[in-house]
């Protein structure tokens, strides 16, 4: 019934019996993706193990190295062509005893505030750190306040996200630079501490963690940064607008230690055509610490291992390599990706597409691409086929973090683009859990990124190819 | 700037010089609204004080009158022209004591079942129902078991809604029969009550109610029905399996009152240059008494509430009349669609247009839209406008239920498309709370129903308008 349906819809469309045939094929097989994974996926069940068997997975913690066994182990299960560790050295940060922060409101009178280390800062002295705050929009606002007012306090970065950009990862972006650069940049000005508003559209009380740089400041001039929750944020704000001495006291516990070896887990399903042009799929395996890590990215995990089972349930055999990749250290130190790029480079491997899922495991809207001119085009001549499952969005640039370090020559970077407007409530937060992610929305984002590594693996993305895609307008 | 870029682009397009002002003016409009709603929204507010301070509001109880109260009284703080109640008789059902239900493992071994009464149910006897269960898959299979496999025992309809559909609207209506119409069917067969799998694609422990009608199947033999929960429905049909002859029982307290006068609640705006054409954008204001009504449909009350705020707010001034009209009653009844439509005809009032808001305060997707096909051609035209606010979605058909009695003539009807993933996950379920609808995502939503409503307003539907739309392509 449903090619028949199909059938009738192209008999108008005015294309040649050759081209019908294939979109009608290619709609099959896509719907069978689909059906494959909305009734009998496993990615769900994968997600449930590494967020409540196995939990946040840290760079260089035990948790992050059971989520390499266990990945492995399933990867192992699925029958692939290969299954294989591939070692990297990681950072190893520890948080240590849980942070507490509280302001001084009157003599003898506090409240505390929810606070957390940023991933890489240095531990507050063991007594805390004491001082007056002092309030600043962004990084750019130090030089206008000079020294003079900055010397001996923590500056207090409070730029809130911005809500009316539809794209909440372009608000992310806007902000971002306070966590990351803030410590390195209060230090010049003889701050003593570094309080960043968490990266969040919404007002509650969890705070973001996610990854700092001192950049080349010396050891001994570095000082301790933490984020601070969006309702806490906007406490400490209005509070100092009438007590502009007001002291906040923070502890943190956290310490960096040497780095320890560690693994991208990798899985390929070798091509039957072209063996030697690899396409690669992947999400990163290890998370920050406070949540599970279930949307970051333990959704784009499962996503990615779910692409290869489900070619393999629907009896799918690529002309090319498909290779899994679950990169460790995305979080904090982007290891697993420069390494799994050096290692391609230092083989001489021909790398043709990699799609990263890397933002949460929400309804999928589409994907975001970096390609040529003739590439993109060709890609977009697809979107017809993504209709019926509402994926619409084909925009370009990006593609993701972790298969970033790819890039260069023919190669086509694409990122899946889920509805994004709830991610950064849980992003690098203990809500980043299980039940914040939807069993269908998880399934439906494997489905539309298993359909794309069809569609490139069976008609290809060279620049130079002379084969064509016919497809109804 | 931003319409120095927009400039840019379009001088590469090819249309007119007004086409391209006429372009640029709805672009910058509609992008006012979304920074309003998204900056110095209302609606989120609204719900808080709907679903925290009132709570579910089912038709004829006190929460639903507070809840006429209320937002009359939030209209006429937005400075309409006009705010009026609008009298209707609505029927009055009461839960009563909550419901419960167990069944008999063995000898004195109980296993109890989370299950609540389908709005319009009888109550069981007063010492509650006992009896074996049989288990169908749908209506269809009453006949196929015959008064001889049915008479006596409780019918548990177990068709689970269809995983593989994407729009879960569809996968709803191909089980609803099964609630709406499963005691009236198992009545004929001599069931003594019915249990119904919970309209849900999760598995999960919340019940799930909703309307159900007796027909006129005579008082005397009507008989009580129940959802279960979508794991207990699991469970009753595993354990069935094994022990076929499983009792279950259940107790239902509820009870059908005499109907009570309620109100629809409307506000409007009247137009400044063609007054008698009506446009109507709504939602309704009765709600399940489970749990707060939040997404059915406080959501769409709200944002159709927003949708004159937004206007008045951003200084635009309709054409024409521009009425809010919060529906009563579509739970267990429709009083409130019908007597608005019954009303506006007995004024011969000239509506032209009608949006509905009746699917939840998730991320909007675009529109369900019921046109004629010159009227659909002239909404696409609009296309490119939402594509900014990924708005991508015009479908064709429905509108909404309370809309629904306003069809004839040249009127177009139009619904929200929110993204439709979670919906069932909290439809009409103790779960369906103030929590689990996000602020933004409830505000681009009601941002997305004022562009459309400014659009048709500004450029009017009418089937024989001479007026033209030019866009980019």
């Avoid at 520890?94 to 009178?109: D, K, N, S």
């Avoid at 063996?275 to 279930?294: C, F, K, N, Q, T």
Wanted: aromatic share 10%.
């Amino acid at each position: 019934m449903k090619s028949f349906h199909i059938a009738i819809v192209l008999l108008f469309t005015g294309i040649s019996v050759s081209g019908q045939n294939q979109y009608i094929n290619d709609s099959l097989t896509i719907r069978k993706i689909y059906d494959m994974s909305l009734l009998n996926g496993k990615s769900y069940q994968w997600l449930d193990h590494l967020s409540n068997e196995i939990g946040g997975r840290l760079s260089g913690s035990y948790n992050a190295q059971q989520a390499v066994e266990y990945t492995k182990s399933e990867l192992e299960e699925l029958g692939l062509d290969k299954v294989w560790l591939q070692p990297v050295m990681v950072p190893k940060w520890t948080r240590g005893e849980r942070e507490f922060a509280y302001v001084q409101t009157g003599p003898g009178v506090t409240r505390n505030v929810n606070i957390t280390a940023l991933g890489g800062s240095i531990a507050t002295p063991s007594g805390g750190t004491k001082a007056q705050v002092i309030e600043v929009q962004g990084l750019e606002q130090l030089a206008e306040y000079g020294r003079e007012n900055i010397e001996g306090k923590i500056v207090f970065y409070n730029r809130p996200m911005r809500a009316d950009l539809i794209h909440t990862f372009e608000a992310y972006g806007g902000c971002v630079d306070q966590r990351y650069s803030g410590a390195e940049e209060a230090a010049k000005y003889g701050a003593v501490g570094v309080i960043v508003r968490s990266m969040n559209l919404r007002l509650d009380d969890f705070p973001h963690t996610g990854s700092m740089s001192y950049g080349d400041t010396p050891v001994e001039k570095r000082i301790p940064a933490a984020a601070i929750s969006t309702n806490d944020a906007e406490y400490l704000s209005s509070i100092l607008k009438i007590k502009k001495d007001l002291e906040l006291y923070f502890k943190l516990n956290c310490e960096q230690h040497e780095d320890v070896e560690s693994y991208n887990v990798i899985g390929e399903i070798t091509g039957s055509e072209y063996p030697e042009e690899i396409m690669v799929v992947g999400g990163h395996l290890d998370s920050w610490d406070l949540g599970d890590g279930a949307h970051d990215d333990g959704a784009g995990v499962v996503q990615s291992m779910e692409v290869l089972r489900l070619f393999k349930e629907i009896g799918y055999k690529p002309k090319r390599t498909i290779r899994v990749v679950l990169f460790m250290n995305e979080e904090n130190g982007l290891r697993g990706g420069n390494k799994y790029a050096d290692v391609a480079k230092s083989k001489n491997e021909d790398h043709v597409f990699a799609l990263e899922s890397d933002s949460g495991g929400f309804t999928p809207r589409g994907f975001s691409i970096t390609a040529s001119d003739a590439q993109y085009s060709k890609i977009l001549d697809w979107k017809k086929l993504f209709e019926p499952y509402l994926i619409h969005y084909f925009g370009r640039g990006g593609g993701g973090a972790d298969i970033g370090p790819l890039k260069g020559g023919d190669i086509v970077l694409a990122g899946l683009r889920p509805d994004s407007q709830r991610y950064f409530d849980y992003h690098h937060a203990s809500n980043d859990t299980f039940e914040h992610v939807n069993k269908r929305e998880l399934e439906l984002g494997a489905a539309t990124m298993t359909s794309l590594m069809y569609l490139v693996d069976k008609y290809g993305l060279d620049n130079i190819s002379n084969e064509t895609v016919e497809m109804p307008d």
